[in-house]
């Protein structure tokens, strides 16, 4: 019986064995796809289960609290210029420029910047829910690069932005820029105050003083639009960034909310701010320089009726035989220094009409004090 089933297994082979054959690409893949798919193969083509979100972090919580408090109020400007057809001659008017604004009451006013409707013929404001309404120019200064317009929306629509003080900010507090930055509407960005009580030039060439300098992200597009504390307050309008490449580079400005609401009430009662003035007409720091003069402000003419006049101040002039006949120099305002006009601008600026200030003067060498009344400019 052993036997018969040792004869019945197979002998061992005495040759080498032979090498497996391997498959071509084509027969794997052929192979690969005849294979059934695993239950582990079908967990693998499922979506992921999505893991619960934990409770926001409370700067968050005031990122979103501070955009939905405020971004109703924050509107995209869009100007407009006349263009003419050469061959028809028809004029039309084309879109020219983008800026932002914010409502500032509930009567329709939206301050913006100057340079945002500098030079357009018309203008639109788009508010945040998409509605569309022609604006009219309610007034300008280009000195602040202020300007308000009114829009005819209806009352609901109106939520003026909250407002707030720039004279208590501290450098490092958040603050948040809401805007449309390249024209992106309702943008929100945030940074911090990096630092306060800088000076940035007007389009007027005039020194804006107390400029709040931030690092949140501001673009072009942005001008016009609220720089806010983390309470969703106004405290400054954007207004410029400093850029070699015209992109944030984290150095932006804004106009202080303290100047903007001293100014802003003015241009919608006046269309203009009425400025206390002497009556005078300065000369410029070149001819300041070609007299070789101390530092102060040249009077080249004088307006009669007005302050300086009144007090008996005396211009430049220049005689019958070309040569220049000496005049007085203002130096000071109520004994703080002034090198050139835009120092006397701003002092004046903090005063009232019908005011008087004592003023330093200048001429050939020797100095006096006399005292002058403000008008208006």
């Not at 869009?78 to 879109?95: K, M």
């Not at 100057?114 to 945040?128: D, E, M, P, Q, W």
């Not at 601008?345 to 200030?357: P, W, Y």
């Amino acid at each position: 019986m052993i036997r018969s089933l040792v004869a019945a297994m197979p002998l061992a082979s005495t040759t080498a064995p032979r090498a497996p054959r391997i498959p071509t690409p084509a027969l794997a893949l052929a192979l690969l796809l005849a294979l059934p798919l695993t239950p582990a193969a079908d967990v693998l083509a499922q979506p992921r289960p999505v893991t619960p979100r934990g409770p926001l972090e409370a700067q968050e919580q005031n990122n979103i609290a501070v955009f939905r408090k405020v971004s109703p109020s924050v509107v995209h400007i869009t100007t407009l210029a006349q263009q003419r057809d050469f061959f028809s001659r028809n004029v039309t008017e084309v879109p020219s420029g983008t800026g932002s604004g914010f409502l500032w009451d509930e009567h329709g006013h939206v301050v913006t910047n100057f340079h945002v409707i500098r030079g357009a013929s018309a203008a639109k404001v788009t508010l945040s829910d998409q509605s569309t309404f022609d604006a009219n120019l309610v007034g300008v200064d280009p000195d602040r690069d202020l300007a308000v317009l009114r829009i005819a929306a209806p009352r609901e629509k109106l939520l003026p932005v909250p407002m707030g003080s720039s004279r208590d900010l501290l450098v490092g507090q958040t603050v948040y820029a809401i805007g449309n930055p390249f024209g992106l509407d309702q943008t929100l960005t945030r940074g911090i105050v990096s630092a306060l009580n800088r000076e940035i030039e007007s389009m007027t060439q005039r020194t804006i003083r107390g400029a709040i300098q931030t690092d949140a992200a501001i673009n072009p597009g942005n001008s016009g639009g609220p720089l806010l504390d983390s309470a969703g307050r106004l405290i400054g309008v954007n207004t410029s960034i400093f850029s070699p490449s015209g992109g944030s580079n984290g150095i932006g400005f804004a106009i202080p909310a303290d100047e903007v609401n001293r100014i802003v009430p003015q241009l919608i009662k006046n269309g203009r701010v009425i400025r206390p003035a002497l009556g005078i007409t300065a000369g410029s720091e070149q001819l300041r320089g070609v007299l070789r003069l101390p530092k102060g402000v040249v009077l080249i003419g004088i307006q009669n009726g007005g302050g300086a006049a009144l007090a008996g101040l005396k211009p430049f002039m220049r005689g019958r035989d070309g040569r220049i006949i000496g005049g007085d120099l203002i130096t000071a305002v109520d004994g703080k220094p002034v090198a050139d006009l835009d120092d006397l601008l701003n002092l004046l600026e903090q005063r009232q009409l019908g005011e008087k200030v004592v003023l330093t003067v200048w001429n050939g060498g020797k100095t006096r004090q006399v005292q002058a009344q403000l008008g208006s400019d």
